[in-house]
């Protein structure tokens, strides 16, 4: 036992500096508070038509943390799609895309980018119109009215695309 401590000190002081910060950094996002509600938005991009086609559509969902202390995107849930009353409609992904995770400043933003087909061009095929998209968090979620059409080959739910989160604006 009397050389156990000194060899877990001599263990820590020959790890690499960065291993040294990133414990620093595990340890430090354990303390930094949920993203919730409360303190957090979701808008709506469409990126000025950047995803519009003849049958197609998207957009960029945005995540941005209003309050005045960094938050934790742990907890987020997927994306969903709910009708008026909050009660959800079902879609297909074709990929699904990780929680954004990590720690989001106070004033930063994260998105995601959303893509779908947007016309009926089935057939026999149908559209539906879900009134909000949804995303929860922890304590909550948020809501945004969405109005726009997904649209399927009949017997089938609307499927979407969704990219992999990522800080925005994006820094190049």
Request: proline fraction near 9%; glycine fraction near 12%; include cysteine.
């Amino acid at each position: 036992m009397r050389w156990l401590i000194p060899s877990v000190a001599l263990g820590l002081s020959i790890l690499p500096a960065d291993a040294h910060a990133h414990a620093h950094a595990h340890a430090h996002a354990h303390a930094v508070r949920a993203c919730t509600p409360r303190h957090t938005v979701m808008v709506l991009d469409d990126g000025q038509g950047e995803f519009d086609g003849m049958m197609h559509s998207g957009l960029w969902l945005v995540v941005r943390n209003a309050g005045t202390q960094a938050c934790s995107l742990a907890s987020v849930g997927p994306v969903a799609f709910e009708d008026g009353g909050h009660h959800p409609i079902p879609v297909g992904w074709r990929q699904t895309v990780a929680a954004p995770g990590g720690i989001l400043d106070a004033g930063g933003q994260v998105a995601t980018a959303l893509r779908w087909v947007s016309g009926n061009a089935f057939d026999p095929g149908y559209c539906i119109t879900p009134a909000q998209l949804a995303l929860s968090l922890h304590g909550g979620t948020l809501r945004h009215p969405f109005g726009r059409s997904l649209c399927a080959p009949s017997g089938t739910p609307p499927q979407l695309e969704q990219q992999p989160w990522r800080p925005w604006p994006e820094r190049r």
